[in-house]
Each structure stands twice: as structure tokens, then as C-alpha cells.
């Protein structure tokens, strides 16, 4: 009874913030102090924008992947104008203060240790689609992310590849095959007679149809 009763002053006090420039709306109900400088405000981080969707009630339910979260790792120098969010619910893209957010639907739990390792397979995942760079340099910068894993981490890499389609696992596969990794875990949820089309080089993959990647 208490917020229903002074939920009309509440929304007309936001308003006048948000006049006054005091406060900017990012969608119903949300908003986010600007920060000001001498060439105007500053956008909140793509964090703030998508806060809602990383992190409710305390608990992770999401988190930022795409371009962003692949120039971290080195996969790409591109600036994106969008956010990319791995949740483990569908939704449809929406635009908020001007940028789109779209969804990109994980099949396994999300946990704040975790989320690299999603972001990996979320790499291998979209490797067509990562601008300003190749297929054949995703692989090997992949690879070296990979490499900076600890054992237990790869293995739970490995285990975390089965939630995805097959061409993922085959491509982790034969990269795991090149670091003489253990491959059991991938190889034997694979179909032998299935071949995955993927513009990787033999120069990259040696062993790429050991894994049936055409």
C-alpha cells in the first residue's frame, strides 16, 4: 500500500530529473545518472544498459558475449554498436537508449566462473559472423585462450561444448586434438557421418577432417 500510494509522485519527481538532465531513461522504470564532460554526457557502460538481464534477485542469469566480449579476448578490433547477451532464456531484441541488445540462447547454467569459458564456445559459435577478422585468426587466437586455461578449466570446456551444436564440438575437438588434449568426452557425441562446412584452413587445422570439417 505504501509504494502504490506514492508511486504517482515517485514517477513525476524521475520526470522532472530526467528534465532537468539530472537523470536519463534507459527503459521503464530504469535509469542511470549521466556522467558529464566538456563534450557532453557519457553513454552508461554496456554493463549498465543490460544490468537487468546479467544479474537478478542476486543471482546471475546472464552475461555480455558477441563483439565486445571477443575483443577481450583478442579475436577482434572491432568496436560494436550493439550488445550481444548470452541468456538461458529466449528473447527478442530490443533497442534501449539508442543501441540494440539482442540474445543469444545458452543451453548450460551460468556462473561468474564460468562465463569465459561460454564466451569461447560463443566465439566458435559465431566464428562466420566476427568482424575485422578471419576464420583461420579466430581459430588461432582461440587457441591461445585455450592454451592460458588451466587443465580443469579445458576439461569443463570440454563438458560445457555439449550443450552446443555439433559443429562447435568438432571444431573444439580438433583444436583440442592439436594440443593433445583428451578428445573422448567431444568425439563420442559426435555422429561419423555428419561433415560441418567451415572456411578454416588446412593450414590451422591439419587435422580438421580427422573431425570431418570441410
Not at 15 to 40: D, H, M, S, W
Not at 86 to 109: C, D, H, M, W
Not at 175 to 181: A, F, G, R, V
Request: charge should be positive; glycine fraction near 6%.
Amino acid at each position: 500500500m505504501f509504494v502504490h500510494r506514492y508511486q504517482p509522485a515517485l514517477a513525476k519527481a524521475l520526470n522532472r530529473l530526467v528534465l532537468q538532465g539530472e537523470l536519463q531513461k534507459i527503459a521503464k522504470g530504469k535509469y542511470y545518472i549521466p556522467k558529464k564532460t566538456i563534450f557532453g554526457n557519457l553513454k552508461p557502460a554496456d554493463s549498465e544498459l543490460v544490468k537487468d538481464f546479467l544479474e537478478q534477485n542476486g543471482k546471475i542469469v546472464g552475461y555480455i558475449t558477441g563483439t565486445a566480449a571477443f575483443a577481450s579476448l583478442g579475436l577482434t578490433t572491432q568496436i560494436s554498436s550493439s550488445i550481444l547477451v548470452g541468456t538461458n532464456k529466449y528473447r527478442r531484441p530490443i533497442t534501449r537508449n539508442g543501441v540494440k541488445i539482442s540474445f543469444l540462447l545458452q543451453e548450460n547454467a551460468i556462473t561468474s566462473s564460468n562465463i569465459p569459458l561460454l564466451r569461447i564456445l560463443d566465439a566458435l559459435r559465431l566464428i562466420k559472423d566476427i568482424p575485422a577478422t578471419s576464420p583461420d585468426d579466430c581459430v588461432m587466437n582461440i587457441c591461445k585462450a585455450i592454451n592460458a586455461l588451466s587443465m580443469e578449466q579445458k576439461r569443463e570446456l570440454a563438458e560445457l561444448s555439449l550443450a552446443y551444436t555439433p559443429y562447435v564440438r568438432a571444431l573444439l575437438g580438433a583444436i583440442y586434438e592439436n594440443m593433445e588434449l583428451e578428445t573422448e568426452t567431444i568425439s563420442k557425441t559426435l555422429n561419423g557421418v555428419t561433415s560441418y562446412k567451415l572456411p578454416i584452413s588446412d593450414k590451422v587445422l591439419s587435422n580438421k577432417r580427422n573431425w570431418n570439417i570441410i
